[in-house]
Every structure is written in C-alpha cells, then in structure tokens.
C-alpha cells in the first residue's frame, strides 16, 4: 500500500468512516477549570505582556525626561514641600490629624490590617456577591485611600492651601 | 534537525523528545527558567481579566529597574559632594545617561502602580483565601518593600525635591512610641538629611533591600507555583 493510497490517512490506514457525530459532540467544550500546559500558554501571553510593558517605559522614557531641580539645600525649604506621590495620602492625613495618628497608627494599622485579612476573613466565597462585607471594605477603604492621595498630590499648593491643579500645578514625580 | 536533537542541545535542555504531554512535562522541569513555572495552570488564568497580568508586569518592571539601576551605578558616588553632580554628568555625558535615568525613574513609579493594583486585583478575586493566605502576607511585605526602594532611591539624586521629600518622609519617625528619636536617628544616621543620611540610604537602595526583595519575591513565586493546581471554585480546595 502507497501513501497515495486514499485508505491510507496521515500514514494510518483508514479501517471505516461511521457516519454521524461523535458520541462526545463536535467539540469538547474547554471548561475554566481545565488545566492547561504553561508552555506554550501562559508562555506566550507573559512574553506579549513583558514586551508591552517594556515598550511602554521605553516610550515613556523617550518622550519624558526624569525632573531634576536646584542641588539639595538645608537652609532653603520649598513651599509646598511634599512626600513622593505614594506618601501623599498619609501627608494630607498629616495636615488634619497628629503625628502620632496620621505618621504611625494610620500606616501601621493598614499594614497590619492587610496582613490580618485572610486570617480575618475566612469564608471559602469567591464570588464578589457571597462577600459583600469584604469587598465593601476593601473598596472604601481602597477608595478613601486613591482619593487622600490625589488630593495630596495634585490639590495643595504653598502652606498646603488648597490649589485646582489646573490653576496651579505642584504635583512631584 | 533540531537543536535539542544534537548533543549539544540535548546537554544543554537534558529533554527527551518532546512528543507527548508527559515528555513537554518533563522537558519543562528540566529547564532551569522554567521552573519558576507550574507544569499546568487553570484555563480560566489564562484570560486577561483573571489577574490582569499585574505580577508579571510587576516583575518586569523590577527586572527593567535591576538592568537600569546597575548601569547608574557605574556613574553615581552618594556623597552631598558629588551625587548631584553625578546626575548632571550622567544626563549629559553618559552614553544614554538621560535615557536609562528615565526608564529607572518611570519604571519605579509604575512599579509601586503595578504592586499596588496586583494586590487590589487579587483582593477581588478572592485569591488570598486558604490555603494561600501566607502567599498574601509576602505579598503585604513585598509591597512594602517596594514603597521603601522607591523612597529610599528618591533621594539620591541629591537636589531639593528629594532632600525635602524625604525630610517630610522622615519626619514621622519622631512619632514613634517608645523608640522615637531612635528611629528617626537610625534612619538619618543623625539628626538631620545629610552625609550619612545619602550613604545609608544609597546602601539600603542598590543592596538591602533589593537582596530582601528578590529573596522574598522567590519565596512569592514558589508558593503561586505550588499552589497553581488548586481548585479554584467556590469552597474549593480542601473544606
């Protein structure tokens, strides 16, 4: 028998052709629990992802470059004088609450809060609909916290006065 | 042929032929890069809105900014003397200087985004929850850490954007109960920014602190690979 043979079918021999479908179906239908092999899967979805974020900062860095002001002098604060950007919700909460509050129990309570969470919640839920309590904290606090940090960042001006950042623009990066 | 066919290849990936599920398998754990990886992984990690692809991204920042910091290293002595001027002369005589300045900075404050979103992300997906609850908890400390690179880097450029911010950063360590003082002492290497301030700042920022980032982050991704077969519908996993 030649591989020219119509009976042969990618070196096998053909034995019969049943027609019908097959018991399974067309298609097995691929479920989200499936597993599936990294390579190539996931693979080739980090590599686009690598890629893209790479050729962002490259874009980024071309188009902006790094700020560089006046070399550092003790006897000459600036006005506002503001924390990176990450520190600016806890530098706002600086300006209403005391040090002690606002420096040490704000951000220790957040770490040690975010530590706490899965030994504080302990429902085996994934759905957002089965834990509302969690979700409803972690939001608002996620919230409050984007919002101090915009405010921060981008509202304050000199004396930590109050500024629209369209007026007048102090934010830092 | 191909190149793990020939003896070379075959000393270099020790993979048999690559025919079944059970030989990528086994090509797979002998491959050093790979080993990071799980074999497998759930279907439903693959699409974008399961993790967004915000630990990856996360992790090629660090990578960018580890390829980056290096070459600045090569031009940067953290001395009030010469830190400011070394700036200068990296944007202006160094070879890409102003460029790979750029990538560090930029890819420093994406990084801090791209933990903080990551850790939000699996907030909501309920990934924290047993068994992996310690996962999340390097997780907390690697965010941490992040924040503390990134503010520990802010102020070796030396110029007053980051000597003030880093005095406001600092001056919080006075509140400390007990310490105090100590703290704040410890953290400057003396009452105020200065000398010693940028020396132990600059040690923290290229060897301290990254050595504990990357030794936790190893630990971070050793646990998310142990755990990538788990079921992960509701109550799944062991009851």
């Given at each position: 028998?030649s591989d020219l043979d119509p009976r042969v079918v990618q070196g096998r021999r053909?034995?019969?052709?049943?027609?019908?479908?097959?018991?399974?179906?067309?298609?097995?239908?691929?479920?989200?629990?499936?597993?599936?092999?990294?390579?190539?899967?996931?693979?080739?979805?980090?590599?686009?992802?690598?890629?893209?974020?790479?050729?962002?900062?490259?874009?980024?860095?071309?188009?902006?470059?790094?700020?560089?002001?006046?070399?550092?002098?003790?006897f000459e604060t600036p006005n506002p004088e503001k924390a990176p950007w990450y520190?600016?919700?806890?530098?706002?909460?600086?300006?209403?609450?005391?040090?002690?509050?606002?420096?040490?129990?704000?951000?220790?309570?957040?770490?040690?809060?975010?530590?706490?969470?899965?030994?504080?919640?302990?429902?085996?839920?994934?759905?957002?609909?089965?834990?509302?309590?969690?979700?409803?904290?972690?939001?608002?606090?996620?919230?409050?916290?984007?919002?101090?940090?915009?405010?921060?960042?981008?509202?304050?001006?000199?004396?930590?006065?109050?500024?629209?950042?369209?007026?007048?623009?102090?934010?830092?990066? | 042929?191909?190149?793990?066919?020939?003896?070379?290849?075959?000393?270099?990936?020790?993979?048999?032929?690559?025919?079944?599920?059970?030989?990528?398998?086994?090509?797979?754990?002998?491959?050093?890069?790979?080993?990071?990886?799980?074999?497998?992984?759930?279907?439903?990690?693959?699409?974008?809105?399961?993790?967004?692809?915000?630990?990856?991204?996360?992790?090629?920042?660090?990578?960018?900014?580890?390829?980056?910091?290096?070459?600045?290293?090569?031009?940067?002595?953290?001395?009030?003397?010469?830190?400011?001027?070394?700036?200068?002369?990296?944007?202006?005589?160094?070879?890409?200087?102003?460029?790979?300045?750029?990538?560090?900075?930029?890819?420093?404050?994406?990084?801090?985004?791209?933990?903080?979103?990551?850790?939000?992300?699996?907030?909501?997906?309920?990934?924290?929850?047993?068994?992996?609850?310690?996962?999340?908890?390097?997780?907390?400390?690697?965010?941490?850490?992040?924040?503390?690179?990134?503010?520990?880097?802010?102020?070796?450029?030396?110029?007053?954007?980051?000597?003030?911010?880093?005095?406001?950063?600092?001056?919080?360590?006075?509140?400390?109960?007990?310490?105090?003082?100590?703290?704040?002492?410890?953290?400057?290497?003396?009452?105020?920014?200065?000398?010693?301030?940028?020396?132990?700042?600059?040690?923290?920022?290229?060897?301290?602190?990254?050595?504990?980032?990357?030794?936790?982050?190893?630990?971070?991704?050793?646990?998310?690979?142990?755990?990538?077969?788990?079921d992960q519908t509701d109550g799944g996993g062991e009851a």
């Open positions: 028998m053909v034995l019969g052709v049943v027609p019908g479908q097959p018991p399974g179906g067309d298609r097995k239908v691929p479920d989200e629990q499936d597993l599936v092999m990294v390579s190539p899967h996931l693979l080739v979805r980090h590599a686009v992802v690598a890629l893209t974020v790479l050729l962002l900062v490259l874009i980024v860095a071309v188009l902006f470059d790094a700020p560089l002001r006046e070399v550092a002098n003790p520190f600016a919700a806890l530098q706002e909460l600086l300006s209403h609450f005391h040090p002690m509050v606002a420096g040490v129990l704000v951000p220790g309570a957040i770490v040690g809060g975010l530590i706490a969470l899965p030994y504080i919640d302990r429902s085996r839920a994934l759905q957002p609909r089965l834990r509302k309590v969690a979700v409803a904290t972690f939001t608002t606090f996620l919230v409050v916290w984007v919002v101090l940090t915009l405010i921060g960042f981008a509202f304050r001006g000199p004396n930590w006065g109050w500024v629209w950042p369209w007026n007048e623009w102090h934010g830092e990066l | 042929m191909k190149l793990r066919e020939t003896t070379i290849g075959r000393s270099l990936f020790r993979s048999p032929d690559r025919e079944t599920e059970r030989d990528q398998a086994a090509g797979h754990w002998s491959n050093f890069l790979l080993h990071l990886y799980p074999v497998k992984v759930r279907r439903r990690e693959l699409h974008f809105s399961f993790s967004w692809y915000l630990g990856v991204t996360s992790v090629v920042l660090l990578g960018s900014l580890v390829v980056s910091g290096v070459y600045l290293m090569f031009f940067y002595v953290p001395s009030p003397s010469s830190a400011y001027g070394d700036i200068q002369t990296i944007q202006t005589q160094v070879a890409f200087g102003q460029f790979i300045r750029n990538v560090h900075r930029w890819s420093a404050h994406l990084m801090v985004l791209a933990v903080a979103a990551h850790m939000a992300r699996v907030f909501y997906r309920g990934a924290y929850k047993s068994p992996r609850e310690f996962n999340w908890v390097i997780g907390v400390m690697l965010l941490v850490l992040t924040l503390l690179l990134s503010f520990t880097g802010y102020l070796l450029p030396w110029d007053q954007l980051a000597y003030w911010a880093v005095t406001v950063g600092t001056s919080m360590a006075d509140f400390v109960p007990i310490i105090g003082g100590g703290a704040r002492d410890v953290l400057l290497g003396s009452d105020q920014v200065g000398a010693a301030t940028l020396l132990r700042f600059y040690v923290l920022h290229v060897a301290l602190l990254p050595l504990l980032m990357v030794g936790l982050l190893m630990v971070h991704l050793w646990r998310w690979r142990k755990d990538a077969m788990l």
